[in-house]
Structures are given as structure tokens and as C-alpha cells.
T-cell receptor, first 113, second 113 residues
Framework: GAGVSQSPSNKVTEKGKDVELRCDPI?????LYWYRQSLGQGLEFLIY????????KSGLPSDRFSAERTGGSVSTLTIQRTQQEDSAVYLC???????????FGDGTRLSIL | AQSVTQPDIHITVSEGASLELRCNYS??????LFWYVQSPGQGLQLLLK??????LVQGIKGFEAEFKRSQSSFNLRKPSVHWSDAAEYFC???????????FGKGTRLHILP
């Protein structure tokens, strides 16, 4: 597709379950970013990929959060043993040579019951 | 440490009126500065960015922003707002093209008919 695609768009799950969120960046974009947006808060940086490697994982809030990227394309953000405070919108962005121009997906709204 | 402050959580203006959204940043070196807009249920769209040069930056949708180093500010302006401008606006700062971008908490803009 033409833009960044995220799936699912909505996810409701029970506390303690694991979830996987997917991001399909714009074709050819080498940089990929994950952010978390909670109600009334700005965007919280989680992790950044350049190709398949993650030079900056500093934003991951706990060891329950992990992310990977394969083939320099699709990325998966995994949250293990979900907690209610994990409820948020998770946004993915990608960028090409102009790394400042991040293109955002529409996000995954995660609700933990 | 990098930080971005958007002092106004909500702003309401009448359609056709002028608009200024405030943004102050803290950064140890020359920053890269951005304004993004987010419509409900959607990801973020880049309005404009400042790297260097002319401190008055023109963006899409008739927006502009002025970088004032002495005031550590990067305020967003529009001479005449339209109802379609109702959205949430985020100011952001980054250090280099490889750096993560730090977002403010956003300003929600409401437009009165």
C-alpha cells in the first residue's frame, strides 16, 4: 500500500494475555519507529529500527515489551503478560532517506480488560 | 535532557480567526523542530519542520511556524482557520536525523462556527 499499515486497528484482550501488534512500513523505508499514545499524553517513544537492528530501545517501558523487524520491512511489537496500564494507542512510523519525515500509520488501539 | 512543552491543552477559536499554538523546547544543541497534526482516529501528519536557515517555515494547509532561539520557541500560526483544522497538534524536537523525536503532549484545537 501507499502508507504505513498497522494491524489490528483495535485489540481487546484480558489482563495477563500476550499481544502482537504489526506494522507494515512504506516500501523502501529503512527506519521504523514505535510510539505509545495514552489518553491526554503525547507520544511516548518506544523503539527505533534501522534496517533489522534496533539502535535505540531506550523507550521500552519494561521487559514485557519487545519488538523485532525482519527483512527490513514488517515489524512486530509484542507485549507479554499485559497489564491494564498497557492500554493505549500504539503508533508506528517509517521514514526513508529523510529520517525527519516520519510517516505514521493509523495506530492500534489496545484495550486491556 | 530534551523536552517539549505545549502549555495549552485546549484552544478554541472561531472559524476565520487567526491561530497561534505555543511550543517551547529544551535541547542542548541546535534542534530539529516539527509540528504534526492528528485527526481523530488517525495517525500523525507532518505539517512543517525546521532544520536550519530561514527561521520562518512554511508548511502544508496554510500553516507556518517561527523558530526563535532566544525564546526556545517554535510557535505554529495560521492567519485564518477553517473548521477542518479542528484536530490535535503536536510539537516535536529531535537532535539529528538519526535521533528519536520527542513529542509534546499536544494541543487540541476546537473551531467555533
Amino acid at each position: 500500500g501507499a502508507g504505513v499499515s498497522q494491524s489490528p486497528s483495535n485489540k481487546v484482550t484480558e489482563k495477563g494475555k500476550d499481544v502482537e501488534l504489526r506494522c507494515d512500513p512504506i516500501s523502501g523505508h529503512t527506519a521504523l519507529y514505535w510510539y505509545r499514545q495514552s489518553l491526554g499524553q503525547g507520544l511516548e517513544f518506544l523503539i527505533y529500527f534501522q534496517g533489522n537492528s534496533a539502535p535505540d530501545k531506550s523507550g521500552l517501558p519494561s521487559d514485557r515489551f519487545s519488538a523485532e523487524r525482519t527483512g527490513g520491512s514488517v515489524s512486530t511489537l509484542t507485549i507479554q503478560r499485559t497489564q491494564q496500564e498497557d492500554s493505549a494507542v500504539y503508533l508506528c512510523a517509517s521514514s526513508g532517506l529523510d529520517r525527519s519525515a516520519q510517516h505514521f500509520g493509523d495506530g492500534t488501539r489496545l484495550s486491556i480488560l | 535532557a530534551q523536552s517539549v512543552t505545549q502549555p495549552d491543552i485546549h484552544i478554541t477559536v472561531s472559524e476565520g480567526a487567526s491561530l497561534e499554538l505555543r511550543c517551547n523546547y529544551s535541547y542542548g544543541a541546535t534542534p530539529y523542530l516539527f509540528w504534526y497534526v492528528q485527526s481523530p482516529g488517525q495517525g500523525l501528519q507532518l505539517l512543517l519542520k525546521y532544520f536550519s536557515g530561514d527561521t520562518l517555515v512554511q508548511g502544508i494547509k496554510g500553516f507556518e511556524a517561527e523558530f526563535k532561539r532566544s525564546q526556545s520557541s517554535f510557535n505554529l500560526r495560521k492567519p485564518s482557520v477553517h473548521w477542518s483544522d479542528a484536530a490535535e497538534y503536536f510539537c516535536a524536537v529531535g537532535g539529528t536525523l538519526d535521533d528519536k523525536i520527542i513529542f509534546g503532549k499536544g494541543t487540541r484545537l476546537h473551531i467555533l462556527p
